[in-house]
């Protein structure tokens, strides 16, 4: 009796369970229902009104376009000035912290100093309205850049477990490695953007700007100390192949010799030594090792020889920034429209208010 008890209660458990559900699930599609019915009752009155309110609504947007044309044409544009670059030594934050410097004398109206830093006259120097610092969103220098900083590490920052060569990456993957808590410039490009309100200036302010950029002692430092490591490189590298390479030939002169009084083993200019290793492969292998990293140490020079590197330059010449929504043309058309609106919809909500009213007062009664 106990069991036939208990299968029941447990039946009427699901039973009520499984009820549940379909209610839930009634009133899920019973919502979807109504907001659909909502929204298409929503329309129809749009509808109507603009049926009923056309002729007023058609004077009102051609009074807009007219308006908006007219203003826009006479209005200050905006153009876009833009300059691609790659900071070096961290210095993306600087970079960012100067261009927000440049954008507090814009809004401080301080054109005499903005005019001193870029060499160029006040005239210009009032056109220019804002500067923007915005990454280049590039997925191959974000994996290189986190290849980087994994090689990067020490122990004492990530731990390494041992016979486990992908410990690095569990321990810091890179989905952590692209937090925006964690680092907000571990992309490798930048655009430097300059806004004004005329297509050109009378000089452009390139070779100004990059120098006010670079004005950064400790940067600087970081530059002299590294450039200073690489001539160093440069040096050894240099001398490693003189030495092979001296090497190389007198071991050369020194079979030909031997050949010429007749020792044809000597003729053989591979010189094991008595060793399974081949002397004159390995130095060979040597070089060509060698003159790889210095070719690669140049790169690392030219790379390395700024404190961030200009793949292009600010042109001369503004692109005109088109933005629809934020053209003084859309701006006039709104303002017109909304007016016409409220112009149409003056007298009926007058007449609501005061049935509105009328009504309160019979209920008051």
Do not use: C
Not at 33 to 51: E, Q, R, T, W
């Amino acid at each position: 009796m106990s069991k036939q008890v208990q299968n029941q209660e447990e039946e009427i458990d699901l039973g009520g369970f499984f009820n549940q559900i379909g209610k839930l699930f009634l009133k899920l599609f019973r919502w979807i229902g109504d907001s659909i019915k909502g929204m298409y009752h929503f329309a129809i009155l749009v509808f109507i009104f603009v049926k009923n309110h056309y002729i007023k609504l058609s004077i009102g947007a051609s009074l807009g376009i007219a308006l908006g044309i007219l203003v826009h044409k006479y209005s200050d544009k905006s153009y876009v000035y833009e300059m691609a670059i790659i900071p070096n030594y961290e210095s993306g934050i600087y970079i960012k912290n100067k261009l927000d410097f440049y954008n507090q004398l814009i809004k401080q109206k301080d054109y005499k100093t903005l005019s001193n830093l870029f060499g160029i006259d006040q005239i210009d120097a009032k056109s220019i309205t804002k500067f923007e610092f915005e990454k280049i969103i590039d997925r191959k220098d974000l994996v290189e850049g986190y290849d980087d900083f994994i090689k990067q590490r020490d122990t004492s920052t990530i731990k390494e477990l041992p016979l486990k060569k992908s410990s690095t990456i569990k321990e810091f993957p890179l989905k952590k490695y692209l937090q925006k808590d964690f680092s907000e410039f571990y992309y490798k490009k930048y655009i430097v953007r300059m806004y004004t309100n005329k297509p050109s200036l009378k000089k452009n302010i390139n070779v100004h700007l990059v120098k006010d950029l670079e004005d950064n002692t400790y940067l600087n430092q970081k530059k002299a100390l590294m450039l200073n490591t690489l001539a160093i490189k440069d040096s050894t590298y240099k001398s490693l192949l003189r030495i092979i390479d001296t090497i190389i030939v007198k071991d050369k002169d020194i079979a030909l010799i031997a050949a010429n009084n007749g020792d044809k083993s000597a003729s053989n200019i591979n010189l094991n030594n008595g060793n399974n290793t081949n002397k004159d492969f390995d130095l060979l292998q040597l070089y060509k090792g060698t003159s790889t990293e210095l070719a690669y140490l140049n790169e690392e020079k030219i790379k390395l020889g700024s404190i961030f590197q200009v793949i292009a330059p600010l042109e001369p010449i503004g692109k005109e920034k088109i933005n629809f929504f934020l053209t003084t043309f859309f701006k006039v058309f709104t303002i017109v429209m909304f007016i016409t609106l409220i112009i149409i919809l003056y007298k009926p909500f007058i007449q609501y208010l005061d049935n509105y009213n009328k009504g309160e007062k019979q209920v008051n009664k």
